[in-house]
């Protein structure tokens, strides 16, 4: 059990000059559950191979359980992999691979038996310890790979996408077992997906990354409801948040690109009464309500598109050529084309400086 | 142990039944007659023609028009007998085996261990590789000339022997007792590059990830080595062995070439298919040298059969459950 | 990982590696500097390593075999062959060995399609049968081939060779091409029929592309292969189909050999199997696993 610590972390590849992972600075408690959040070559992959020696840093250091291993071999950093592709190494039993690392280091013959019982009691592999992964089905390929990590008690798992082979509702409940099992053992474990339900569902903290940049780190629900930047803002949440850049003037808010008008109220106006420059201006769809009455909406729309998902409508309305979503129970039905009014929770409305992509607080 | 060869799935895919689609059984048809017939045609009928000829005294160079006599199994009772032939043939036997299998071997050894070498990303590799590679492509008449003419008693292997290396003049092939091992230097300067092109290509299909577990499992290099790499390649390694020794067993243009028909002093160097060459031509006997083809045939194929046995195996506990 | 490795380690690499190189590539150098020498130099007793410091290089072998005409005459040598014989031969060999090797790989594919994608009864019987054609010893083939194709009319022409070294090739192609096509999921190809694309077409699209690499490797193979065959070519196709590799060995005169012009005939002839493998070069690697490498 240990925290692990970057500090500073830079990853450069030769010839390429946009860094991978630029400057990453997190803090992982010790027995946390920590997930690396963010889109197919963010850097979230290359930072966690940083943190297994799998690859080396470019600049900065990482520290686990206070002790620097930037120039340890992986072998050397305490540390399990679980790799997205399980790598069970094909020609040994699933008992051999399991113990695989055990034996590569001469531990005792009880002792290994030993912590094969427990590991295979624990994920239910029991039943095929002696079969080859290559016949299993990917849900016992991926808990056998969960074993050989278990198996050496290790301070820190690091696991890359290891859900993403499964197929949906396998990964629905591999994902409250994984969870569960963290709690279970309290290993530090540093997980990365691009899958924003399992970080949700999963972590203790999410980091989410973009283009190499750390952009928030945070509890899930903080990331949710007070997303720091335009990215994490649009990243996160299904549907995703309805996002129109705005100029500032007379204490409304003019749609740069369409005739989006927005009339604020109180403490949105003293937030934006400094301000400059332009802003994007961002709402939820479940901070939106529908009304078919027109009159009573803060703003006006045409309804362009409708979701129909069983237990919530998603409409798609058209606000002076912007667009904005809004979630409604199934019972308020509107057709397309028709002209509603939209209500807005001013509480929760997000505003972000236009150039710098960074949240604006508002107070209250 | 089944002895067809087992289908191998990538992982996690389950068996599916092959198509049997009626519409569609004509094209399997249509895909394998030309091979069939080509196969069919060219080889069984000299097949057969030979094992005609086998059963018969006759001689092709020397009295053709007269008709082959038949003599029944007589050939093969002198090839195989204690007479002056038959121990002739036995021994030619052992000589190719004294070729054979060291050759075959060191090509092995040599073609994989330079195969890792040439494994890890370096600057220049791709020259290495593919100056590596023209062995292989030359023409075994020429390679033979050169490699006689580098042997030759005033040749420049000698003149570095006595000049450079002090041990004196070698009679490579001259000399009863290096003549095999000339022959085998010779086969492993050219044919080395096949093995270490199927090796090499063996050994970058091994996903990288399967090291990188292993390297988090803190698995010492031989560890790795016998348990990840060894297991993945050796079917591959397998049938390239196989065809090796096929084509070296029957070897003859190289041999030809670099010994003369009689396989150098004392017939030292003599292997089987220059010893059919010599009953064949030299002799004038072709029913005989016909006699002496089947017979290596059969031993060969015999051989053959062990191997895909083996291989077999192999893959067969690779998928067992 | 790329952690530096030990230094002892680096220079063991090298040394081993130089040690590796040297065996491989000193008698190619010889043939090369050969190439190049009189035929005095080629045949002094102290070797001559190094040009224009050992021996003056010349262009004269490579002028003399493209030329066919003899620059240096020479007591006892044989001029072989007609003018612009070896020109003739190696036109040959271009075409035979192109014709045979397309054929070899395009038959050996298909074949090779069939059995693994259609069930085959004696399915591993038929592999081994294709594999023992590759088992005869030359003598059994040569003197009814050579019977053979005399009474076919089939004696030294084109179409005679490349059958006999498409034949000679095909095991290996089948062989090869059949573990390849155990890589390719048959789904690709059933995705495709359902779209409505007959067999056909779905081999054509989606399998042959996926083939590429394999069928280079083979097609290298096979290529090398016919270039060098030189026993059937010296049975057979003496005058107007002859290929190169019998002239290379007449280059071995009855006096002395003429190793300058063999040299530079040799270095003519291996050029274009060069330049064929290095245009393939990609695909070569990739396509010599041929699914008997588990991912």
């Known amino acids: 059990m240990a925290d692990v610590q970057l500090v500073n972390v830079d990853k450069i590849y030769p010839g390429v000059k946009a860094l991978a992972v630029n400057k990453v600075n997190l803090s992982i408690q010790d027995g946390e559950f920590l997930v690396l959040l963010g889109p197919s070559g963010c850097g979230k992959t290359t930072t966690l191979r940083m943190i297994a020696g799998l690859e080396d840093i470019s600049g900065g250091d990482i520290l686990i359980g206070g002790r620097r291993v930037n120039d340890l071999e992986p072998g050397d950093r305490d540390i399990a992999f679980v790799f997205q592709f399980y790598a069970l190494y094909p020609h040994l039993s699933v008992r051999d691979n399991i113990t695989f690392p055990l034996r590569a280091q001469n531990v005792a013959r009880a002792e290994v038996e030993q912590r094969l019982a427990q590991v295979a009691k624990l994920l239910q592999i029991e039943h095929i310890l002696d079969r080859r992964p290559g016949r299993l089905p990917s849900g016992e390929q991926q808990r056998v790979a969960l074993g050989r990590a278990m198996i050496r008690r290790p301070q820190v798992f690091l696991m890359d996408e290891p859900l993403t082979n499964l197929d949906a509702s396998l990964r629905a409940d591999m994902r409250g077992e994984l969870k569960h099992l963290q709690y279970e053992l309290g290993t530090t474990m540093v997980y990365v997906t691009h899958d924003q339900v399992e970080a949700m569902t999963m972590s203790h903290r999410i980091a989410v990354m973009n283009q190499g940049v750390l952009q928030q780190v945070a509890a899930p629900l903080e990331i949710y409801n007070a997303p720091q930047t335009l990215f994490v803002a649009s990243f996160i949440g299904t549907p995703p948040m309805s996002l129109i850049p705005c100029r500032v003037a007379d204490g409304c808010l003019f749609g740069l690109n369409s005739d989006f008008r927005l009339t604020l109220h109180g403490s949105l106006v003293q937030a934006l009464n400094q301000y400059k420059g332009d802003i994007i201006f961002g709402v939820r769809a479940e901070d939106v309500t529908l009304d078919e009455n027109p009159a009573q909406g803060d703003i006006q729309g045409v309804v362009l598109v409708r979701e129909l998902l069983g237990d919530e409508i998603i409409y798609l309305v058209d606000v002076g050529g912007s667009t904005i979503r809004t979630r409604t129970s199934p019972r308020v039905q509107v057709a397309e084309g028709q002209t509603i009014g939209l209500r807005l929770n001013y509480q929760r409305l997000h505003l972000f400086d236009r150039d710098t992509e960074q949240r604006i607080e508002s107070k209250g | ?321 | 990982m790329n952690r530096k490795q030990p230094v002892w380690q680096r220079v063991l690499f090298w040394v081993v590696l130089g040690i590796v190189m040297i065996f491989f590539t000193f008698p190619m150098y010889w043939i090369l500097s050969s190439s190049f020498k009189t035929r005095a130099d080629v045949t002094s007793r102290v070797p001559l390593l190094i040009p224009y410091a050992n021996f003056q290089p010349t262009m004269n072998n490579y002028l003399e075999i493209l030329t066919d005409e003899p620059i240096e005459s020479a007591a006892g040598a044989q001029s072989s062959g007609s003018r612009g014989e070896f020109r003739n031969r190696l036109i040959n060999s271009i075409i035979i060995t192109t014709l045979s090797t397309v054929l070899a790989v395009g038959l050996g594919t298909l074949a090779a399609y069939a059995i693994s994608r259609f069930r085959i009864p004696g399915e591993s019987d038929l592999m081994f049968f294709i594999l023992s054609t590759r088992m005869l010893p030359p003598i059994v083939v040569l003197i009814p081939i050579f019977l053979f194709f005399s009474n076919l009319g089939l004696k030294d022409s084109f179409l005679g060779l490349t059958i006999l070294y498409t034949t000679a090739n095909l095991p290996f192609v089948v062989w090869m091409m059949k573990g390849f096509f155990y890589e390719i999921p048959v789904e690709y190809e059933e995705a495709a029929m359902l779209d409505g694309y007959s067999r056909l077409q779905a081999i054509y699209k989606i399998v042959l592309p996926e083939c590429i690499p394999a069928m280079a490797a083979t097609g290298v193979f096979s290529a090398i292969t016919a270039w060098n065959e030189f026993v059937l070519s010296n049975l057979l196709n003496r005058d107007n189909a002859s290929t190169v590799p019998p002239y290379l060995n007449s280059i071995v005169g009855v006096g002395a050999v003429e190793w300058g012009r063999l040299a530079a005939a040799t270095v003519i002839f291996v050029i274009p199997i060069i330049i064929f493998t290095y245009l393939v070069r990609n695909h070569l690697l990739r396509g010599v696993t041929f699914g008997a490498v588990r991912r």
């Open chain 2, 1 to 321: 142990m089944a002895t067809t060869l087992e289908r191998q799935l990538p992982i996690g895919q389950t068996a599916k039944p092959r198509f049997s689609r009626l519409s569609d059984r004509w094209l399997a048809g249509l895909f394998l007659t030309p091979t069939m017939l080509l196969l069919l045609f060219i080889t069984i009928f000299p097949l057969i023609w030979s094992l005609f000829l086998s059963f018969n005294e006759w001689s092709v160079t020397r009295n053709a028009l007269n008709a082959p006599i038949w003599i029944g199994t007589q050939n093969y009772a002198e090839l195989l007998s204690d007479t002056r032939i038959g121990e002739r043939t036995w021994e030619r036997f052992i000589v190719t085996g004294q070729f054979v299998v060291p050759a075959v071997t060191i090509e092995l050894l040599l073609g994989f261990g330079v195969a890792v070498l040439l494994n890890r990303k370096f600057r220049g590799r791709a020259i290495f590789m593919t100056v590596l590679l023209i062995p292989m492509m030359l023409s075994p008449v020429v390679v033979a000339l050169f490699w006689r003419f580098m042997m030759q008693g005033e040749g420049i292997l000698n003149y570095m022997a006595t000049n450079w290396l002090n041990i004196g003049s070698i009679g490579w092939l001259t000399d009863r007792n290096t003549v095999i091992i000339s022959l085998i230097i010779v086969d492993v300067w050219m044919w080395t590059p096949f093995m270490m092109l199927i090796s090499l290509a063996g050994l970058s299909a091994v996903p990288k990830y399967l090291y990188e577990a292993a390297a988090v499992d803190r698995a010492s290099g031989w560890f790795r080595f016998r348990h990840i790499t060894l297991p993945m390649i050796t079917p591959l390694l397998l049938i390239a062995i196989i065809f090796r020794t096929i084509d070296a067993y029957k070897l003859f243009d190289l041999a030809f070439v670099l010994l003369g028909s009689q396989g150098g002093p004392g017939r030292a160097g003599q292997t089987a298919a220059l010893w059919v060459y010599e009953v064949a031509f030299s002799n004038f006997d072709t029913g005989m040298g016909s006699a002496l083809g089947y017979i290596m045939l059969i031993v060969i194929i015999a051989l053959a059969n062990v191997f895909i046995r083996v291989l077999n195996a192999f893959k067969g506990e690779g998928a067992a459950a």
